[in-house]
């Protein structure tokens, strides 16, 4: 950088003081040179002088730039010792091609037609049947059991054993994931699932088996849904992370209730153990799904160090779990508990208060529904707002609408709740997302997504099982209006210590209203 003034102002002697001056030249020094006298006004060219007059007179405009070699007749007379800027261009690295804008991808034929190259809509697909069988099973599974003549606390043991298994999975199964053999991975779960749906027709209530058949089912949904979360994860790279985590929560929503419409209208029509059956073989769809998609490419992974035991290795992996897991985790936990236990002992309090027992389904249904429709408008609402906002304001809001069912009575208690149910479903909709979305950034960090998913589906499973059996604790010692109260307290609480208990998670949880931090944003 040189500026064209810098040298105008300074003695001769000043500028070049290696130069003898003023003195003759000595006896026997050749003739001057034919290019003339040190004088650099005298030496250039006209065309120099034309295209240099406005840089070497007071030109005020004239700022410091990088002078032309015709304009910089300044410049030294010998070769430049060491490289220009030219060469260092020339040997910078190259930008990855991963870390290419959005833009630049839809200039090359859209984001969306990658995503769906990588079959992504097959893995929705998968997702979808996968949580239609489990609809179909938790529907008719007290049935079959009462149908058979098991006890009511032996069906709540069973029913628990269920979410036991699910939770017990989810760590062994995330640790073990690697994208490259993640289709044999579902193939096989996908089979265990198939077996331990349709087996219930062919144990016919026989206790052992039926425990088996249980165990088998639990633990094989909860590996499917630690498996299909990292597989639609890696395919998407963690780019556009709220709009295909709105899809694929969506996915799963929708396959609940699908399968619970199924269940019930195919129960009355040939029997439940015939539907649990039949339907058991809607694995066989999500196989074929998993057969077409293409393979997942092996993602790099931190070097083991040699000789570190495996539970070694393990724990290490364990305690390096990044904090926005953890929110995520904190999310999922709070949502279960509060939605587990307000399922389980609303239809009593609404029945004791006046409700009809329909206008009781039609409030949990509803709140199935708005869930369910937020997933799907998603992706288009973190382009405009700020995803920590949401997950900020979602999770107070979320916290409120069980408060205060208590305190809702009189005549108008069945429109207020309906709004109270509809609010709460939205808010219950949207942190699925923008939870699985936090997780799915991870993957555009270039990090391992497998313990990652199995720890944030460990906290749905604990929250299944949390909830009812703390909404029974406090029920039976306070009362039921009471127990909605103090678990929203204390499930909002809880959430907060745990947000708050890393850097990565405070950040995250940080509300932004000035500048939009979109969880839709490409690597």
């Not at 089979?191 to 089912?217: I, K, N």
């Not at 004791?352 to 199935?368: E, H, T």
Request: overall charge positive; glycine content about 12%.
């Amino acid at each position: 950088m040189q500026h064209p003034h810098d040298e105008r102002d300074r003695p001769l002697d000043e500028r070049q003081p290696h130069r003898p001056r003023g003195g003759r030249p000595f006896e026997g020094t050749p003739a001057a040179r034919a290019h003339g006298p040190r004088n650099a006004a005298a030496r250039r060219s006209p065309e120099v002088d034309a295209r240099t007059v406005a840089l070497w007179r007071d030109d005020p405009a004239a700022g410091p730039r990088v002078l032309h070699p015709s304009e910089d007749h300044r410049r030294s007379r010998r070769p430049q010792r060491g490289e220009g800027a030219r060469p260092a261009r020339r040997c910078a690295r190259p930008v990855p091609a991963l870390e290419r804008s959005e833009e630049d991808v839809t200039e090359r034929g859209g984001l969306r037609a990658e995503l769906l190259g990588g079959g992504i809509i097959l893995t929705y697909l998968v997702c979808l049947v996968t949580t239609t069988t489990e609809g179909v099973h938790n529907l008719l599974f007290p049935l079959y059991l009462n149908h058979y003549g098991f006890a009511l606390t032996l069906i709540g043991t069973l029913s628990s054993l269920l979410g036991v298994m699910r939770l017990a999975s989810r760590l062994p199964i995330g640790a073990r994931y690697r994208g490259s053999r993640a289709k044999g991975q579902q193939l096989f779960w996908l089979v265990l699932l198939l077996v331990s749906t349709s087996g219930y027709a062919f144990v016919h209530g026989d206790f052992a088996p039926v425990v088996a058949v249980t165990v088998v089912h639990g633990f094989a949904f909860g590996a499917l849904g630690t498996i299909n979360l990292a597989v639609a994860i890696d395919q998407s790279g963690g780019r556009r992370a709220g709009a295909v985590m709105g899809w694929y929560t969506a996915a799963l929503s929708a396959g609940y209730a699908l399968g619970a419409f199924a269940g019930g209208a195919f129960a009355d029509r040939i029997g439940i153990e015939a539907t649990l059956l039949w339907l058991g073989l809607t694995p066989l769809a999500a196989m074929l799904a998993v057969w077409f998609t293409p393979p997942i490419p092996e993602s790099e992974r931190a070097a083991v160090a040699p000789g570190l035991a495996l539970w070694r290795r393990g724990l290490a992996a364990f305690l390096g779990i990044d904090g926005r897991v953890w929110l995520a985790f904190a999310i999922v936990l709070f949502l279960n508990v509060l939605s587990d236990s307000t399922d389980t002992f609303f239809p009593l309090y609404g029945t004791a208060i006046g409700l009809p027992v329909a206008f009781v389904g039609v409030l949990k249904g509803s709140k199935s529904a708005s869930a369910t429709v937020i997933r799907f408008f998603a992706g288009a609402l973190f382009r405009f707002l700020d995803y920590r906002a949401i997950n900020f304001w979602a999770v107070l809001l979320f916290a409120a609408s069980t408060f205060v069912i208590p305190l809702i009575a009189g005549p108008i208690a069945g429109p207020v709740l309906f709004v109270v149910f509809l609010g709460a479903g939205l808010c219950r909709g949207i942190l699925r997302v923008t939870s699985a979305a936090t997780v799915a950034e991870l993957r555009a960090e270039g990090r391992d997504i497998g313990l990652s998913s199995g720890v944030y589906n460990s906290g749905l499973d604990l929250g299944a099982v949390i909830g009812p059996a703390a909404g029974g604790v406090l029920s039976a010692a306070f009362g039921i209006p009471a127990m909605f109260q103090l678990l929203a307290v204390g499930s909002l609480v809880i959430y907060f210590a745990v947000a708050f208990s890393s850097r990565s998670g405070r950040a995250a949880l940080t509300p932004s209203f000035g500048a939009k931090v979109s969880i839709d944003r490409s690597p």
